[in-house]
Every structure is written in C-alpha cells, then in structure tokens.
C-alpha cells in the first residue's frame, strides 16, 4: 500500500508493506554517506538493516525518551555530520519513534540549510503521525516541540512488522493518536476501532491514518487553518505530558476528554479504557494552565483549541486562558460562539 503526501515543494511517498525495512534501498536512496539514527529503546536490528543497504553510514544511537529531543543533542547530530564530511548530496535516516524522527528531521532541516532525510518509524505513533507531515522539533526548557521546522522527508517507509516488538503500553499510546484522527474526521475508522477491530485490522488502520493525515498535511502544510484538527487533545495533553512523564499518547488521551461534547465523551471513554488509555489526570488545572502559556500554539492570551462535537467532525476556536480553565475544571460547555467549523477550515 502507498499514501501519496503532496505539499508545494513536491511530493513523496509513503510505503506500508509488511517487510519493506529489509528493502529500504528500494524506495530510499541510500547510495550515498548516510546519517542513521535511532535510539536504545528500538531494536538494534532495524537500524541495521538499514545501514546494510547504505554505500555509507554513521550511526547514532541516542538514549531513549523524551529526554533526548534536546537542543544538545541536535547539535550533536549536525556536529557528527560536519565530522564526517557530509555534504548537501548526503541523508539521514530516523529509524525509530516519534523522538527519533523529530530531531533527525529538524537536523535534516538545519544542516547545510538542509539536506534529504527519511523516515522510518518503528512505533505505531511514530508511523500514523509523527512521521508523516513535516512537523520536525526539539524541546526548550521544559516546553514541547518548541524550536523546529517544517521539513518534508522524502520518504516513510511503514513495516507492519516491526510492531510485533512494540510492548502494549506504546501500541495503547499509538492508538491514541489514531482514535484522535477518527473522532475528528472518520466515524467509520472510529466504529471500526470502538468495535475492538483495532489489531486485526492493523494495516488497514494504519493505512487510513496515514491518508487522512495526508489531505489535511496537503490542504495546510505550514498549520495555518485546516491542520490544526490533528492537534485534538493535543492542547492540553502537552502539559499533561510535561508535568505528569505519561507517554504522550496517553497524554492526548486525557487531553481528548476535556474537549468534547458529553455525547461524544460516552463513547470515547469506552474506547479509551478498552485500550488500557487513562482518561484523566489529578494534576490541578492551575499548573496545567502555567504550562498552556508556552505552548506554541498560544499567542500570549488564547490558543486555538479543536473541539469534537459529533464524531467525525471537529469545530476550532480561540480559547482564552481563563476559559481554559473553566473547561479544565468543569464549569464551561462548549458555545458556539468563534466556531471554527471543518467546512469553513478546508
């Protein structure tokens, strides 16, 4: 299976084929010096398997976690490729998770002004949505994805696989990220999950959202209307991730459950629970809110929020801060006052 994702620049491919990692030259070219990253978490394998069809390769394997998107360690990154004489003919691979493919693309994107890179992801998130798109960053101070680029790979390359190697907890996180797709823009998806399809039908799954993301990532690729439905959950679930250490799928899980009408939150938690995702957190609302002031996606007062009234679609609006809280504690039901609605963003 193929997903093509357009953008401005060109398009390029995305593969989903069960072993493809083993023909990564096929589709990747590697006929070159190539960095390849990976972590410790991924098996030591895959990255292997790579650097085995590369004419040449450097590898580097950072420590596993969100811990190392640093700044430091892209610096590293770009140092290890001044190092070995790369040139602007020259490409970086990210075998892993979201992790891995977010700071090698930010790399990719800074060295010499930028250079090719691919993806493959080895995580279920990673290979429905951080892979895919272009979004590529590190962390600042405590806040998430705060420094980056938008850099297309020119590739990603999806081996089903590998996924056999992928313990429940991270399978539950990447599930996350596909159910927020499906609420937002696909109620077939979502009924195929909600109904326990999830596993069984893994490729269509993935292949699905990978398509949607795909047309949103082609209609907006810099996030300016449309592209901001993928950050479902997202608005308050960076900072549950930044003060709680939950994965960040689970962290999008919570953060789903804050903004949704209370007919869609009945079918959600359901599906939420099934998949072992918690659906709420003890942090108080006042240390949520000190953490939403630096996200990336507020300008100081209110952030642009993605609500989900019915499912398979979404509405976004300009949320102050101060209703934030209300929203966080309870007290504000969603008004249809600055909607946003899904025809008006495409």
């Known amino acids: 299976m193929k997903v093509s994702v357009s953008v401005p620049d060109g398009k390029y491919d995305v593969v989903i084929e069960k072993g493809v990692l083993g023909r990564a030259g096929s589709f990747a070219d590697l006929n070159r010096k190539v960095l390849v990253v990976t972590d410790s978490g991924v098996p030591a394998e895959y990255a292997e398997k790579v650097r085995k069809q590369c004419r040449a390769s450097v590898l580097v394997t950072l420590p596993q976690g969100e811990k190392s998107k640093t700044l430091e360690n892209f610096a590293m990154l770009c140092r290890t490729m001044l190092e070995n004489g790369f040139t602007r003919n020259d490409c970086a691979v990210a075998v892993g998770g979201g992790v891995v493919t977010d700071i090698t693309g930010f790399a990719a994107a800074s060295y010499m002004r930028g250079i090719?890179?691919?993806?493959v992801p080895t995580t279920l998130l990673a290979q429905t949505d951080a892979s895919v798109g272009g979004k590529t960053a590190v962390d600042l101070d405590g806040v998430k994805n705060i420094v980056g680029a938008f850099?297309?790979?020119?590739?990603?390359?999806?081996?089903?696989?590998?996924?056999?190697?992928?313990?429940?907890?991270?399978?539950?996180?990447?599930?996350?990220?596909?159910i927020k797709t499906a609420l937002c823009l696909d109620k077939p998806l979502f009924e195929l999950i909600k109904n326990g399809g999830a596993e069984q039908n893994i490729d269509r799954i993935i292949y699905e959202s990978v398509r949607l993301k795909a047309e949103v990532v082609a209609a907006d690729e810099k996030?300016?209307?449309?592209?901001?439905?993928?950050?479902?959950?997202?608005?308050?679930?960076?900072?549950?991730?930044?003060?709680?250490?939950?994965?960040?799928?689970?962290s999008v899980a919570v953060g789903m459950t804050y903004m949704c009408s209370d007919s869609v939150r009945a079918e959600l938690l359901p599906v939420l629970k099934m998949y072992g995702l918690p659906t709420e957190t003890d942090t108080p609302p006042e240390k949520l809110l000190e953490v939403l002031a630096h996200d990336k996606k507020s300008d100081g007062n209110a952030v642009n929020a993605v609500f989900v009234n019915e499912t398979g679609s979404f509405e976004i609006k300009k949320v102050t801060l101060a209703d934030m809280k209300d929203i966080l504690i309870g007290n504000q039901k969603l008004s249809p006052a600055g909607r946003f609605t899904q025809s008006e963003c495409k």
């Open 223 to 250: 996030e300016t209307g449309l592209r901001r439905v993928l950050n479902f959950g997202h608005t308050v679930g960076h900072a549950v991730e930044t003060l709680t250490g939950l994965l960040h799928g689970e």
């Open 151 to 178: 850099w297309q790979p020119r590739g990603v390359l999806i081996d089903p696989e590998v996924l056999r190697t992928l313990d429940r907890r991270q399978f539950a996180s990447g599930m996350a990220e596909i």
């Open 116 to 119: 090719a890179f691919y993806n």
